[in-house]
């Protein structure tokens, strides 16, 4: 699927056209229209902003292509928004229970100091969870889960109904 885009006077004019539709309208590709490559929306990674939900067509290397005006976080960003994951974190009911973890700066996200037990099918099948303690500081197996509807209460290491 091949992509051209109307110019004038350099600039393009509306938006790419499929070649095929521009050789049902013309019998030809028109002077007047270049290539177009078509670049998907990008993704911002954890410390990037997307600054635009339209790209910008902009002639690289000779083609025509869509821009994406993505850029890296300024400091201040950066610390907000990993200040924001911080009080979210610690806004939780129950929170003190995890008050040992840390902020990974890398992925923004609050991690144990410990890492987390591979998960054992066994217990799992049987009803007991891996969770962490922050009274012992390090992951604990809970009472057995009983059916019905429970929260667990980090403090007491017990399923409370609800």
Not at 39 to 65: C, F, H, N, R, S
Request: proline letters at 9%.
């Amino acid at each position: 699927m091949n992509l051209y885009i109307q110019t004038q006077e350099g600039q393009p004019i509306n938006h790419p056209a499929l070649e095929d539709n521009l050789l049902q309208v013309f019998g030809a590709v028109p002077e007047n229209w270049e290539p177009f490559v078509r670049v998907e929306k990008p993704i911002p990674t954890m410390y990037q902003v997307l600054e635009a939900e339209e790209p910008v067509y902009t002639k690289v290397d000779g083609v025509w292509t869509d821009v994406w005006p993505l850029r890296n976080m300024i400091a201040e960003e950066k610390t907000a928004k990993q200040q924001t994951v911080i009080d979210v974190f610690n806004a939780r009911e129950q929170a003190t229970n995890w008050s040992a973890w840390t902020l990974d700066e890398d992925t923004c996200k609050m991690v144990p100091p410990i890492p987390r037990p591979e998960p054992d099918l066994t217990k799992l099948n049987a009803g007991i969870r891996t969770f962490w303690c922050g009274a012992d500081n390090n992951w604990k197996d809970t009472p057995v889960y009983s059916e019905g509807s429970y929260k667990f209460d980090f403090f007491a290491w017990v399923w409370v109904a609800i």
